[in-house]
């Protein structure tokens, strides 16, 4: 089992989280995250097994870790009736797990109590330490720091065992030869020591960057006519930091082949490798890598010897999550770990975020040369509560201390979870299928990520951008702020602006004042937040008026017209409410009525015809154009008006007694239709 | 006969960002070409010298790459730990660089192995950069110390233990040899000279420096740290001259424009903002994806590479100038056509009389001129007339409604040209320059064509846009009406203020008066 990514060192690319699949059954996969927890996740129904944090993780993070070996534990049970210690569960069960903190110390913690086990500090590492390593047979453990020594301990006593400088410069990876009689430590080059006496037995170049990760990759040497002593003819594999290679050395008898006999080439930095280990010459070795851009390769190859090319990888296995609805580009999620079954056959895959990762079994199919699983991971970010959580301990802390939690986790912690499901494997790709290239998949990761960030942002956020924006003057990062229609959002943000980007904020605010209303409404919004927030602030300051000055005139030059367009409002209005009404006329006259109603027009359309032409006439001698047409949209007014004509016109009052109580209906549909 | 006077176009200020010359010359680069290198990228150097190729610094490689290539044409990979500031000497044959582990190595652009091997720091090595003279070198370090190295015999000559931090930038002067000057994360930067054992001028940054630059000519020196970049006059003994804060996040590198007219910085902002060195404003600035550690920019700005923290160089040329085919022009009169008689002087009996000069009228003016007022005013409909120049359509109107014939000229029109007009309102109606003539318009546009309303569905619909739009207008003008109050009152407070003041003067004087009649 590797503990991947463990020794980087460079701040500008943290390395992968450590985390480990337990020995052999790999029913179990602890995780140490940044945030000092340990988490160990049940592999067969994922589900969070225990949670740990010790007391000194904000100082001391875990940087690496490794589980025990079964063998050693089963061995071990007898002797712990030297202490005291309450008996140990089933021999089989994997327990122990050691961690490696920032500081220096190794803990080693129990998940059958649940709690620390013991510690190892006394006489140890005084810097970070790199690299754990369990001895198969010995019940030894080896670590390597920063401080440049390798230090060997007894697991049973706590104490060191020996303690030796390995490397000018840090340690950065450790592994134990199949036999348990080496020991490959890496720096900057790789060493093989012979345990026993502790002296160097082989040196290799090694990389150019720290190497980050050691393995043997096999167990018996290829050539099995020499009489085999251990260790020659075996075959390593390194991985470094920044490296996009892997490469394999081969332990030879005479120490002159200095460069690797091959190498893996994969798409970014390794963070975990995997492998079977092959126990004879015809079984290829399996190789799981998953890069920090969270694919994972997968090789398989024979290793006989010297190989010039780089090799790719036979088989590439990305996630991402399905593209539907509207927001459709898929985002790829990333790979965290991936270790193969017992079997070989089949690969586990850690995927999702640090704090709830998924696990899941996936069959290997050799023959396709990429996979990409599609799983929707959006609702299970938070963590599950669920009491199957056999033991979470919570760290003793002093009430006094003030915990700096850093800022990611917890974004999600609101979330609604929810079971991962869609076990959809969409694993063929058939050429000229609508399926998004990798390509696609991977130009759509950026703007994800943006589209994605912006969702995140909440308001303590947003003072933060809108200062930023506003000093450096970034069109993107004030839109993506002053854009909000939240006035409760807006109100917060103007409140925990700081003063000096007060007047800053509302010349930007002036620039954009003067647009299409549709925008210009948002920063009416933002310039009232602003003065309702800040008044006090404003009107103490000495130039308001040269300051505001411009604003206020902008508005009042904008506000001139106020009248004038509530005229014009007033008009359209009614125009539309004409339209609307006549199209509704149009649509729902039924048979009957119109009938009805061709029959009263008959009798008043030739009086109310003559009406209009003399009053038409009159009109055009009295008033202007306007006023005519202003009549003619005017209905009501007509109406009146020519009910009072009628009367004018003198006409039989007898008959015109009933007309005129039908008159007011009547007229109404007359006059639409002569506007049709 | 009274001449006819063309329509006044009234000119408005335009809107929105101004494009300078600087903006146009600045977004003149085609696409990026993004080179993923092996770590992140923390130098670009260009070579002085014709091909100006450049010097990439990523992880533990230099490559050297060709002004066009996208491969790199040469790799110096003989490093045993990270590599720092590859630098080209002036005349672009040697190629000094510093390392992880304390060592200094200096390459032949031909060679593979390094020539010379400088040992003595005990930490890494930042900066590297060779002197005036070309045959010495200065190197800062993580050890505090800065030394120089004299290249022939491969020896130390001096060391310099000012800083108390790491020193992690640094530059030699141009012109004189003896000069160079170091920027450290104990917040200073330092000016040594050669000729002495210890700095001649000392400048505090205030943040750690991650980068310096000297202009051409000396005198001026520019310094980055946080997130501030301050320029410093040198003659007057480190003065502060201005101090710039534009970026948001930490400032790494500085680059100068091949005229000098322009300075460069890139931060982890991921910006590169285009300083005048005149003004120190900032007139333009670039976006990219990652945060920028490193910048240069090739001979006579013809190309920008940028190096970022994800180990992507991106790498932007000038786009070449396109070269226009001038048309065969119509040949034109002489140049004595035109002076001809310009210079005859009037006799005593003559009478000089002057031919009118044709006046060059405009086609809506020529319209206008004729009365042919509806013509005008589809001349200026035109949708390449609305769009471009919204002003002279405005202006039109006005002129018409002025003559108090704009209804006749908006008479009479197809759904098609009712529908352009209306288009023109909606797009211009709530600009507040054009509001007073637009809104009369409109009113007139739809006395003249209430009778006609819901006979076609399209002018329906604008109508129903306009209406939507004023609807937002007023809207918003209400909410600014609100504001416009609330300004009253601030204003108001102040003014108060000042009297009230006055009067808690009075006030006070009162009770002491009334105590002392009591």
Known sequence: MAAGGGGSCDPLAPAGVPCAFSPHSQAYFALASTDGHLRVWETANNRLHQEYVPSAHLSGTCTCLAWAPARLQAKESPQRKKRKSEAVGTSNQTDLLALGTAVGSILLYSTVKGELHSKLISGGHDNRVNCIQWHQDSGCLYSCSDDKHIVEWNVQTCKVKCKWKGDNSSVSSLCISPDGKMLLSAGRTIKLWVLETKEIYRHFTGHATPVSSLMFTTIRPPNESQPFDGITGLYFLSGAVHDRLLNVWQVRSENKEKSAVMSFTVTDEPVYIDLTLSENKEEPVKLAVVCRDGQVHLFEHILNGYCKKPLTSNCTIQIATPGKGKKSTPKPIPILAAGFCSDKMSLLLVYGSWFQPTIERVALNSREPHMCLVRDISNCWAPKVETAITKVRTPVMNSEAKVLVPGIPGHHAAIKPAPPQTEQVESKRKSGGNEVSIEERLGAMDIDTHKKGKEDLQTNSFPVLLTQGLESNDFEMLNKVLQTRNVNLIKKTVLRMPLHTIIPLLQELTKRLQGHPNSAVLMVQWLKCVLTVHASYLSTLPDLVPQLGTLYQLMESRVKTFQKLSHLHGKLILLITQVTASEKTKGATSPGQKAKLVYEEESSEEESDDEIADKDSEDNWNEDEESESEKDEDVEEEDEDAEGKDEENGEDRDTASEKELNGDSDLDPENESEEE | ?518
């Open chain 2, 1 to 518: 006969m009274a001449g006819y006077k063309p329509v006044a176009i009234q000119t408005y200020p335009i809107l929105g960002e101004k494009i300078t010359q600087d903006t146009l010359y600045w977004n003149n680069y085609k696409t990026p070409v993004q080179i993923k290198e092996f770590g992140a990228v923390s130098k670009v150097d260009f070579s002085p010298q014709p091909p100006y190729n450049y010097a990439v610094t990523a992880s533990s490689r230099i490559h050297i790459y060709g002004r066009y290539s996208q491969e790199p044409i040469k790799t110096f990979s003989r490093f045993k730990d990270t590599a720092y500031c590859a630098t080209f000497r002036q005349d672009g044959r040697l190629l000094v660089a510093g390392s992880e582990d304390g060592g200094v190595q200096l390459f032949d652009i031909s060679g593979r192995a390094p020539l010379r091997q400088f040992e003595g720091h005990t930490k890494a090595v930042h900066t590297v950069d060779f002197t005036a003279d070309k045959y010495h070198v200065v190197s800062g370090a993580d050890d505090y110390t800065v030394k120089l190295w004299d290249i022939p015999n491969s020896k130390e000559i001096l060391t310099f233990k000012e800083h108390s931090d790491y020193v992690r930038c640094g530059c030699a002067s141009k012109l004189n040899p003896d000069l160079f000057i170091t920027g450290s994360y104990d917040h200073t930067v330092k000016m040594f000279d050669a000729r002495t054992s210890e700095s001649v001028l000392s400048v505090e940054h205030g943040q750690p420096v991650e980068s310096v630059l000297l202009f051409p000519s000396g005198g001026l020196l520019v310094s980055a740290g946080g997130r501030y970049v301050k320029v410093w006059d040198m003659l007057k003994g480190g003065q502060l001259l201005v101090s710039l804060k534009n970026h948001h996040k930490t400032v790494t590198c500085l680059c100068l424009s091949s005229s000098g007219q322009r300075l460069l910085s890139g931060s982890l902002d991921r910006k590169v903002k285009v300083y005048s060195t005149t003004s120190y404003k900032v007139v333009h600035s670039f976006d990219y994806a990652a945060s920028i550690l490193s910048l240069a920019l090739a001979h006579e700005d013809e190309t920008i590479v940028v190096g970022m923290t994800n180990g992507i160089l991106s790498v932007k040329h000038r786009k070449s100038e396109a070269k226009k085919e001038s048309l065969p022009r119509r040949r034109r009169p002489a140049y004595r056509t035109f002076i001809k008689g310009k210079n005859y002087m009037k006799q005593r009996d003559d009478i000089l009389i002057n031919r009118p000069a044709k006046k060059h009228l405009e086609l809506y003016d020529r319209d206008l001129k004729h009365f042919r007022i509806s013509k005008a005013l589809d001349r200026v409909l035109d949708p390449t007339c609305t769009i471009k120049t919204p002003e002279i359509t405005v202006s039109i109107i006005k002129e018409l409604n002025r003559r108090g014939v704009l209804a006749n000229a908006l008479a009479g029109r197809d759904e098609k040209e009712i529908s352009h007009v209306l288009n023109f309102l909606i797009r211009n109606l709530s600009q507040p320059r054009f509001a007073p003539v637009l809104i009369n318009a409109a009113e007139i546009i739809i006395d003249i064509y209430l009778p006609v309303i819901g006979q076609s569905p399209v002018v329906d619909k604008k109508f129903l846009l306009l209406q939507g739009l004023v609807e937002k207008e007023i809207d918003y003008q209400r909410e600014l009406l609100e504001t416009l109050g609330m300004m009253d009152m601030l204003f108001a407070t102040m003014r108060r203020k000042e009297g009230t003041s006055v009067l808690g003067h009075t006030s006070d004087g009162f009770p002491e008066n009334k105590k002392i009649e009591s």
